[in-house]
């Protein structure tokens, strides 16, 4: 049972701009960096934003992360059907002394 | 260019232990970062397995600690899992990746921890069934 609760699907058509959220609590998102990973269909997870909103080399600016409170927010704009994947998002719970992750999010390009 | 590999039987027997080695390559354990296990259920989310650190210290799941052991191999360049007692909750693809260090704050002040996993493994897929 995750401790990040995050929405099970959104979608929207080619070109739009979709966000996902991912919400805890004072433990882990209130007080830890928020990281966030694209799985593609049959592969490894892959590192899209760390440090709430710093993008690893290679990751285009359409992917964006932003932290308030104890929420984390993703941004995708420009969806490209390329896109369609499921992300998640990954925190430091300082309660459980435990990396957790959030329940994960399926996006659609309709 | 950082690459990790994941290797061990993909069958295990319920009651058996789970064995699996992470070889890395293009970086030396022995420089730094924390090194971690996830594993996923077939069609769930992720699970963080737990995370040792280049000198060996290690944080693990709370939910697993009693049958999880991580150890390093800085002569190999690897690092290994050990999950006992497995049953066929324990089938998922298991993945092994790199994570930078951090610092978080408890009553006993700053502690370091293991942060966002940046490199990752293809990932393993093992099956408990007898």
């Known amino acids: 049972q995750s401790v990040l609760t995050q929405p099970p699907s959104v979608s929207a058509a080619p070109g739009q701009k979709v966000t996902i959220s991912c919400s805890g609590s004072?433990?882990?998102?209130?007080?830890?960096?928020v990281s966030w990973y694209q799985q593609l269909p049959g592969t490894a997870p892959k590192l899209l934003i760390y440090?709430?909103?710093k993008r690893p080399s290679g990751i285009p600016d359409r992917f964006s992360g932003s932290k308030s409170g104890t929420s984390a927010t993703l941004g995708i704009t420009g969806l490209q059907t390329g896109d369609e994947a499921d992300y998640y998002c990954?925190?430091?719970?300082?309660?459980?002394?435990?990396?957790?992750f959030g329940t994960g999010t399926k996006v659609t390009v309709l | 260019q950082v690459q990790l590999q994941e290797s061990g039987p993909g069958l295990v027997k319920p009651s058996e232990t789970l064995s699996l080695t992470c070889a890395v390559s293009?970086?030396?354990?022995?420089?730094?970062?924390?090194w971690g296990w996830i594993r996923q259920p077939p069609g769930k989310g992720l699970e963080w397995i737990g995370s040792?650190?280049?000198?060996?210290?290690?944080y693990y799941n709370p939910s697993l600690k009693s049958r999880v052991t991580i150890s390093v191999d800085t002569s190999k360049n690897q690092f290994s899992l050990k999950l006992s007692s497995v049953t066929a909750a324990d089938t998922a693809v298991y993945y092994c990746?790199?994570?930078?260090?951090?610092?978080?704050?408890?009553?006993?002040?700053?502690?370091?921890?293991?942060?966002?996993?940046?490199?990752w493994g293809q990932g393993t897929l093992v099956t408990v069934s007898s």
């Open positions: 990746a790199r994570q930078p260090e951090t610092y978080y704050y408890d009553s006993s002040g700053y502690l370091r921890s293991p942060d966002y996993f940046d490199y």
């Open positions: 293009g970086y030396s354990i022995s420089s730094g970062y924390y």
């Open positions: 040792i650190y280049h000198s060996g210290s290690t």
């Open positions: 004072s433990s882990n998102i209130g007080n830890n960096y």
């Open positions: 440090e709430n909103n």
């Open positions: 990954g925190t430091w719970d300082s309660s459980l002394s435990a990396k957790v």
